[in-house]
C-alpha cells in the first residue's frame, strides 16, 4: 500500500482502526516531499521535522483516547498567502520574503482544533496573481504530469502537491479561478465556495469582494470533508454569511437522475481547444446517460466578465497592496533619500511585474475622471452578471462548463504575454463576478496525457448539489484510478 | 480696498474623536496617553490578511451627533477607503464615507454680536483616525506609534455659512457643547480629541462667486483659530490688493511667529481613489433604530438655557456662558441643588471659576473640583465661616491644589472671625490709631466707615466678619 495515493478518507478510516499511525502517514508524505519535491517545487516552505514532531504527539493522545477530532494527525498543505502564526507567510513575494504572521487565519484556526498537520506552505503567483505560478518570487512549480509545463495557478503549489502526493489535501484561493483552473491543469479537485461561506480572516487579500479559500484535493469526498471544517460565519469577517452548518458529505448522494444541467454556449466558441471541447462533449454524453436533463443555453453577458474582473480585481488589489510600504513589516529598500524614495524603492524592488502591473492598472481604473467609466461600469456589469446567473439558476440546478480553454501549457510560453494569460481565466472569473461556488473536476486526458478539467457552478450556497454532480460523475468515470501523473520531462 | 470691503467666507470641517471605549474596527482601546504602540493589534497595524469589523457603538455615536444638530439620518450609508501613502496610515487608506454619509442636512443655531444665525451643516460621517509620527529624541527619524490608528472620529463638515472668526468661535464652542452634552466626545482641545480645518476665502461685498479658497489643518485651539483666522484674512486682502491671486493651497498655522505657511504646493494634488470597501457591508439603519436614539438624547444646550432663564432666573449672557459647557452646565445644577443658592453658584462659575480657566487655558471638564465641593464654599459663606474675599482665595487653593474647602480653610487658619471680644478688641485698636478717621466719620464723611473696616479687615489680614466689623464701628461711633 503506498499511503500517498490514499484520499484523506481512506487515511481517515485506516487510523480510525489502528491500521495506520499518524506517524505513518506523515512520514509517508515527507518521504514523498523528499523524493518528489526537487522536480515538483512545490513548498516555499516545508515544515518536515515540526510535522513528524507532532504527529508523534497527536499519535500519544490517540492512544491515550485525547485526541478527539475527526481529522486529528491528517496532515495538509496550506497555500502561502493564508496566515500561520510563527511560520513564514510569503505570498510568494520578495515583499514578504521573511514575514512571520503574528496570528492563524480563520481556517488555520480550524484546521488546528481539528489537530491537523501542516506538512508546509505551497508555492503561488505572487500576492495569488497569476494563472501559471511562474509569477512567484521564489521558484517556478512544476505540472507533475509533464514537468516541462505549468501547474496552473495562482494556487499552482497547491494543486502539484496534491497531484504528486506530496500532500494528502491543500488549501488554496480563488478570486478568478485559482483553485479550479490549477486543479484541472493537475488534474485534481479543486473547489471555490460562495462568496461569503468561508472566512477570509487571515487571507493576505488580492481582491476582496472576489476571494475565496478553498479545498484542493484528490477526489470529492476529500473536498466535501475539507469544506466541512473550513466552512462558517466568523465575526471577524462582515463579509460572512451566517448560514446553517452542514454536512456536505450527505448530500454525496451517488445519483443525479433528474438533475437539471445547463450548458451556456458561450464557454464552448472561440478560443477553446478542440481537445478539451470534445473531452466535456463527452462528460455532457455521461450525465445524459446519468439521468441529468442536460440542456444548451446563452449566457450572452459572459463575454463581459473578464474585462470586468480584471477592473474590478485590480482595483480593489491597488488599494489591498498600499499596506505594503516598507514601513511596519515585509521588504524596505537599503537606501532611500526620503520618505517617497523609500515607499517608491521598496514597492518597486519588493513587487514583481504582474503585480505592479496590476497596481498600475487598478490605480488607473480608480483614479478621478476614469472612476465612472470603470470601475463604476464594472460594478453595473457585474450585477447584470449576477441578475443573468439568478434567471440561469431559476432553470437549471446546475451549470457545466469546461474549467480553462486549454491544458496545462508550457512553462514560459505565456509568462510575456499577460493578455494571453488572462484569456486563460475567461471560464472561471464568472463564477466569482457572481459570488458563485463553483467545483472542477477532471474529466479526460489530451492527446499529450494533460488532465482536462470540467467546471460545474451551483447558485449561492448550493455547493452540495455541485459536489453531489461532481461525486456522481466521478464515480461513474474513475479518472483517479486511470490516471496517474507521470512526472515526465517531456519533450525538450 | 480696506478689509471692510470685503466679505470672508468661511467654512470648517471639525474632527471628534468618539468616546468609545475601544476602536472602530478592532477591540484596541482608545484611551489617551498610554506608551507607544501598546494599543494595537494586526487589525489596527493593517497585518496582512486582517479585515476590519465595524463598531456598532461609532454609528450610535454619529447618529447622535447628527440627531442632535439637526440632521437627516441616512438609512442606507457604506464606508468608502480614502486611499494614500503616509507612515501613520498603516493600510495606505483610511476608511471613511464619501458619497452616502451617515448624516446630512443638518443645522447648529449661533449667538453673535449681529443676533442669532443659523450655520448650515453639509454632512457628518464617520471615519478611523491615523497614527501619529513622533521625531526620534536620537535624531535617527521618526517613530510610527500607532495607538491612536483605528480610533473612531466623526467629521462634520459646515457649509461656508461663517463670515468672521467671531462666528468661527460661536460655533467650534456651541458645536462642542452639543457633543459633550450627548456624550459623545469629550472633546479635549490639548488632547487633540476635537479639531478643525479651516477653510477661508474673501470676495468684494455683494459678489456671488467665492473667492479662492485656503485650508489651515487640525487646528485645537480656540485662540489659535481666531487668531488664524484672522492673520489669513490678513494676507488674503493684501494679495488681492497688491494684485495677486489667492492660491488654493493647505496652509500651516505657526503659533510662534502668529503666520501661516504653505504646507504642500499644487504638484502633489492627491486623487485619494475613493471606493466603496469590498471588506464592509453596508450600513442599514432601521427606522426603529433612529427613533430609540432620538428618544435616548440627553437635553440640549439651547433647551437648558430656555431652562435657566426661568427656572433660575439667570441673564441671558449668563445662562449662555453656563450652557456652553456639559461640565459647567451639570456643576451649575449639582451645586445649585446641594447649597440651594443658585444665585451664589452662577456668579462663582460666571466670575472666578470662568477667569480662572481663562486665565489658564483649562477647558471646564478639567476642573478638578466637584459640585459637592463648590456646594460646600457657597455654604460655608453662607453660614458666616468665611467672608468672600477668603472664599476667593479658598477656590484658587482648590484649583491648585484640590480638596475640600472645609480642609483648606482649617490648614490655611482662614475661618473667619466672628468672636465678638475678638472683634471688639480688633475695633478698639483701630478707632485708638485712626482718631482722623473718626473724626471725619463723626464730620459726616460716611466714606470714613469703609476705611476704618478696611483697617480691621487689614488687622486680621481679611478674616474678620465684615457684617459684625460694620456694625460694631456704627454702634462705637453713635
Not at chain 1, 440561469?392 to 486549454?406: E, G, I, M, N, R
Not at chain 2, 463670515?163 to 459633550?180: F, G, T
Not at chain 2, 456662558?321 to 443658585?342: G, R, V
Request: charged share 30%; glycine share 8%.
Amino acid at each position: 500500500m503506498d499511503i500517498t495515493e490514499l484520499t484523506v478518507h481512506e487515511l481517515q478510516e485506516k487510523l480510525k482502526n489502528k491500521e495506520l499511525s499518524s506517524l505513518d502517514i506523515t512520514k509517508a508524505y515527507v518521504d514523498r516531499m523528499n523524493e518528489k519535491e526537487k522536480d515538483v517545487q512545490a513548498f516555499v516552505t516545508t515544515l518536515e521535522e515540526e510535522a513528524l514532531e507532532q504527529a508523534k504527539k497527536i499519535d500519544e493522545e490517540i492512544n491515550k483516547g485525547e485526541a478527539t477530532g475527526e481529522f486529528a494527525g491528517i496532515p495538509i498543505g496550506i497555500k502561502d498567502n493564508i496566515c500561520t502564526k510563527g511560520v513564514k507567510t510569503t505570498c510568494s513575494s520578495r515583499m514578504l520574503e521573511n514575514f512571520v504572521s503574528p496570528y492563524d487565519a480563520t481556517v488555520v484556526e480550524k484546521l488546528n482544533n481539528e489537530k491537523m498537520i501542516n506538512l508546509g506552505k505551497l508555492n503561488m503567483d505572487e500576492f495569488a496573481m497569476g494563472g501559471s505560478t511562474e509569477y512567484s518570487y521564489f521558484k517556478k512549480t512544476r505540472n507533475p504530469w509533464n514537468l516541462n509545463k505549468v501547474p496552473g495557478g495562482s494556487s499552482g503549489g497547491s494543486a502539484a502537491a496534491v497531484a504528486s502526493g506530496m500532500v494528502p489535501w491543500a488549501l488554496g484561493s480563488d478570486t478568478g479561478g485559482s483553485i479550479r483552473q490549477p486543479a484541472s491543469f493537475c488534474g485534481v479537485v479543486g473547489l471555490k465556495p460562495t462568496y461569503g461561506l468561508v472566512s477570509r480572516y487571515g487571507l493576505v487579500a488580492f481582491a476582496s469582494s472576489l476571494d475565496q479559500i478553498g479545498p484542493i484535493t484528490k477526489d470529492v469526498y476529500d473536498s466535501a470533508m475539507l469544506l466541512n471544517i473550513i466552512a462558517g460565519h466568523d465575526e471577524r469577517d462582515t463579509t460572512s454569511k451566517e448560514v446553517e452548518k452542514v454536512d456536505y458529505t450527505k448530500y454525496l448522494k451517488d445519483n443525479v437522475k433528474g438533475l437539471k444541467i445547463g450548458v451556456p454556449k458561450e464557454f464552448f466558441g472561440e478560443g477553446i481547444n478542440e481537445e478539451v471541447k470534445a473531452s466535456l462533449e463527452k462528460a455532457i454524453e455521461t450525465y445524459k446517460e446519468l439521468g441529468a436533463e442536460v440542456e444548451e443555453f446563452s449566457l450572452d453577458i459572459a463575454k463581459y466578465s473578464l474585462a470586468t474582473y480584471y477592473i474590478i480585481a485590480c482595483a480593489e488589489a491597488s488599494s489591498n497592496l498600499g499596506r505594503f510600504d516598507g514601513i511596519r513589516y515585509g521588504y524596505r529598500a537599503k537606501d532611500f533619500k526620503d520618505l517617497k524614495d523609500l515607499y517608491r524603492k521598496s514597492r518597486s524592488e519588493g513587487f514583481g511585474p504582474e503585480v505592479k502591473r496590476r497596481i498600475i492598472l487598478g490605480t488607473y481604473v480608480l483614479s478621478s475622471g476614469y472612476y465612472d467609466a470603470y470601475y463604476k461600469k464594472a460594478q453595473q456589469v457585474r450585477t447584470l452578471v449576477m441578475n443573468e446567473f439568478n434567471k440561469a439558476f431559476q432553470k437549471y440546478d446546475v451549470l457545466l462548463t469546461p474549467t480553462s480553454p486549454t491544458v496545462a501549457f508550457d512553462i514560459g510560453s505565456k509568462s510575456n504575454n499577460p493578455l494571453e494569460m488572462y484569456l486563460a481565466d475567461i471560464c472561471t472569473v464568472s463564477v466569482n463576478i457572481g459570488g458563485l461556488p463553483g467545483i472542477s473536476i477532471p474529466c479526460g486526458l489530451d492527446k499529450e496525457g494533460m488532465p482536462i478539467g470540467m467546471q460545474l457552478i451551483g447558485n449561492k450556497f448550493q455547493e452540495g448539489t455541485i459536489l453531489n454532480a461532481a461525486y456522481t460523475f466521478e464515480q461513474k468515470t474513475k479518472f483517479r484510478e486511470n490516471y496517474k501523473p507521470t512526472f515526465r520531462k517531456g519533450e525538450e | 480696498m480696506a478689509r471692510e470691503d470685503y466679505e470672508v467666507v468661511i467654512g470648517l470641517e471639525v474632527h471628534a474623536e468618539l468616546a468609545t471605549k475601544t476602536k472602530i474596527f478592532c477591540s484596541c482601546p482608545t484611551s489617551f496617553g498610554a506608551a507607544p504602540n501598546t494599543h494595537i493589534c494586526p487589525i489596527c497595524t493593517a497585518m496582512p490578511g486582517t479585515l476590519p469589523v465595524l463598531n456598532e457603538k461609532v454609528v450610535e455615536y454619529a447618529v447622535r451627533a447628527g440627531l442632535a444638530t439637526d440632521c437627516t439620518i441616512s438609512q442606507d450609508s457604506k464606508n468608502d477607503r480614502k486611499n494614500y501613502f503616509y507612515p501613520d496610515l498603516p493600510k495606505a487608506y483610511q476608511i471613511s464615507q464619501y458619497d452616502k454619509p451617515l448624516c446630512e442636512h443638518g443645522k447648529i443655531e449661533i449667538d453673535s454680536s449681529t443676533g442669532r444665525k443659523t450655520i448650515g451643516i453639509t454632512r457628518i460621517h464617520i471615519e478611523e483616525d491615523a497614527g501619529k509620527l513622533n521625531h526620534d529624541e536620537f535624531g535617527r527619524g521618526s517613530l510610527v506609534d500607532l495607538n491612536r490608528a483605528g480610533v473612531p472620529l466623526i467629521e462634520i463638515v459646515s457649509e461656508p455659512d461663517l463670515r468672521s472668526s467671531e462666528e468661527v468661535d460661536l460655533y467650534l464652542r456651541k458645536l462642542k457643547s452639543i457633543l459633550e452634552y450627548i456624550e459623545v466626545s469629550d472633546c479635549k482641545m490639548q488632547e487633540g480629541s476635537l479639531r478643525a480645518d479651516v477653510n477661508v476665502s474673501i470676495r468684494k461685498k455683494g459678489a456671488k462667486e467665492y473667492g479662492t479658497r485656503t485650508e489651515m489643518k487640525n487646528m485645537n485651539s480656540f485662540r489659535s483659530i481666531t487668531r488664524a483666522i484672522e492673520y489669513e484674512i490678513d494676507r488674503q486682502v493684501d494679495v488681492i490688493d497688491n494684485g495677486g491671486v489667492v492660491e488654493q493651497e493647505t496652509l500651516r498655522w505657526d503659533e510662534v511667529s502668529g503666520k501661516t505657511f504653505s504646507m504642500r504646493d499644487k504638484e502633489d494634488a492627491q486623487d485619494y481613489r475613493y471606493f466603496p470597501d469590498p471588506d464592509l457591508v453596508a450600513i442599514k439603519l432601521s427606522d426603529e433604530y433612529i427613533e430609540n436614539i432620538k428618544k435616548s438624547l440627553p437635553e440640549l444646550p439651547e433647551s437648558r438655557k430656555q431652562r435657566y432663564l426661568t427656572e433660575y432666573h439667570l441673564s441671558e449672557k449668563d445662562a449662555n456662558i453656563i450652557t456652553s459647557s456639559k461640565y459647567l452646565s451639570d456643576l451649575f445644577e449639582e451645586a445649585s441643588k446641594i447649597c440651594n443658592n443658585p444665585k451664589a453658584v452662577n456668579n462663582w462659575i460666571i466670575s472666578d471659576i470662568s477667569r480662572i480657566l481663562n486665565e489658564t487655558e483649562m477647558e471646564p471638564v478639567a476642573i478638578p473640583f466637584d459640585s459637592k465641593q463648590l456646594a460646600k464654599l457657597v455654604m460655608l459663606i453662607d453660614k458666616g465661616t468665611i467672608s468672600s474675599s477668603i472664599a476667593k482665595k479658598v477656590l484658587v487653593e482648590m484649583f491648585e491644589h484640590p480638596r475640600d474647602p472645609e480642609d483648606i480653610i482649617d490648614e490655611k487658619g482662614w475661618v473667619q472671625i466672628s468672636d465678638e471680644g475678638a472683634i471688639r478688641d480688633v475695633v478698639s485698636k483701630v478707632l485708638e490709631n485712626n482718631s482722623q478717621s473718626v473724626a471725619d466719620y463723626k464730620a459726616g464723611k460716611e466714606k470714613a466707615l469703609g476705611y476704618l473696616v478696611g483697617q480691621a479687615m487689614k488687622e486680621t489680614r481679611g478674616k474678620a466678619n465684615p457684617q459684625m466689623l460694620n456694625k460694631m464701628f456704627k454702634e462705637e461711633l453713635k
